[in-house]
């Protein structure tokens, strides 16, 4: 998933510059934050691929472990 991927990359491109000794200690912890967020919107969109893996899978029809709505 190419937003995924996008996600993923910010992340650790914020790492990155958070841990960057050359930047000033508070530019540093505002990259910290900004990876944070990259980390939760990267969860957010690793659960929708999940999701959609399922969905694809109840389309099949119901199996031992899927719920029917």
Request: hydrophobic share 40%; glycine share 4%; net charge negative.
């Amino acid at each position: 998933m190419r937003v995924l991927d996008y996600c993923q990359a910010s992340a650790i491109e914020a790492v990155n510059k958070a841990n960057d000794p050359s930047l000033p200690k508070e530019a540093r912890v505002e990259w910290a934050r900004i990876a944070k967020v990259w980390k939760d919107i990267t969860q957010h969109y690793d659960l929708i691929e999940d999701l959609g893996t399922v969905a694809v899978r109840d389309k099949r029809g119901p199996g031992p472990h899927d719920t029917v709505h």
